[in-house]
């Protein structure tokens, strides 16, 4: 991995909440930092979409632990109330998860 540093795009803002990050800048601080990013190698990568793909499968078995219980007890635990329960059973069941992770793009 190397850290590189370059000028800031032009209307960065657009194109950062174009690729889905809509959060970007906290009033008048940046979140993102525009002017640095980090090279990785073919190898970096494919040890990223490892790692993504693991953790994206945890969530989902947590998600299915969670939602399936019907006691409610787990969503309450986590401060969602009572008649929220209902809609989030329905979403999850009939909003598929994503058939495969969609590519990140970094630019750190």
Same mark, same amino acid.
């Given at each position: ?5 370059? @000028? /800031?795009?032009?209307?960065? /803002?657009? %194109?950062? @909440? ?5 959060? +970007? ?15 990785? &190698?073919?190898g970096e990568i494919d040890l990223f979409d490892e790692a993504t793909r693991s953790v994206y499968n945890l969530l989902l078995a947590a998600g299915d632990v ?15 109330? /009572?008649? %929220? +329960? @209902? @809609?989030?059973?329905? &979403? ?7 058939? /495969? ?8």
């Open positions: 991995m190397i850290r590189k540093q370059v @000028a /800031q795009r032009l209307n960065w /803002q657009q %194109a950062v @909440a174009d690729d889905g990050l809509i959060w +970007h800048t906290d009033g008048v601080d940046p979140y993102w930092r525009e002017g640095t990013y980090y090279s990785f &190698a073919p969670i939602v399936g219980d019907k006691s409610g007890e787990w969503l309450t635990k986590m401060g969602i109330p /009572q008649k %929220a +329960h @209902a @809609a989030i059973r329905r &979403a999850w069941d009939q909003e598929p998860p994503c058939p /495969q992770l969609r590519p990140v793009r970094l630019r750190l």
